[in-house]
């Protein structure tokens, strides 16, 4: 799926990205990927507000409801135990405390913060 989203991905912007469509009716290219025509429906009230977005980005609805589903299949996606380790490892010394015993008392603390957590 090519969007915004994407474009950005392979450092596209999406002023650059244009839209062919092949001789094929349901079929469009856009920067040599298959794109595959669907129908959608909405209810009037996401259609309206749709529309509007759509007028006020100077974008096609449908560039929108591929941006949606986009953002959607990215944050229902299984995170791989690779990635989750990468972005562990990415985060490692980068936040501080401030407090100097947290290596000698780390089970207080977790225990203390999950007290807190379990009463609210």
């Not at 969007?3 to 001789?23: E, F, M, N, P």
């Not at 469009?28 to 996401?46: A, D, F, P, W, Y």
């Not at 229902?76 to 990415?90: D, G, I, N, W, Y």
């Given at each position: 799926?090519?969007?915004?989203?994407?474009?950005?991905?392979?450092?596209?912007?999406?002023?650059q990205?244009?839209?062919?469509?092949?001789?094929?009716?349901?079929?469009?290219?856009?920067?040599?990927?298959?794109?595959?025509?669907?129908?959608?429906?909405?209810?009037?009230?996401?259609?309206?507000?749709?529309?509007?977005?759509?007028?006020?980005?100077?974008?096609?609805?449908?560039?929108?409801?591929?941006?949606?589903?986009?953002?959607?299949?990215?944050?229902?996606?299984p995170?791989?135990?690779?990635?989750?380790?990468?972005?562990?490892?990415?985060?490692?010394?980068?936040?501080?405390?401030?407090?100097?015993?947290?290596?000698?008392?780390?089970?207080?603390?977790?225990?203390?913060?999950?007290?807190?957590?379990?009463?609210?």
């Amino acid at each position: 799926m090519c969007t915004r989203v994407s474009w950005l991905k392979q450092g596209i912007d999406s002023c650059q990205a244009r839209c062919y469509h092949s001789s094929v009716g349901d079929v469009t290219s856009i920067l040599e990927k298959t794109m595959i025509r669907t129908q959608i429906q909405l209810t009037e009230e996401q259609s309206r507000r749709l529309k509007d977005m759509a007028a006020r980005e100077k974008v096609l609805m449908a560039e929108l409801m591929r941006q949606a589903v986009d953002l959607w299949l990215l944050s229902t996606s299984p995170v791989s135990v690779e990635e989750r380790r990468q972005r562990t490892l990415a985060i490692v010394g980068r936040f501080g405390s401030g407090v100097s015993d947290v290596s000698e008392r780390h089970d207080e603390y977790l225990a203390e913060a999950y007290g807190e957590w379990s009463s609210s």
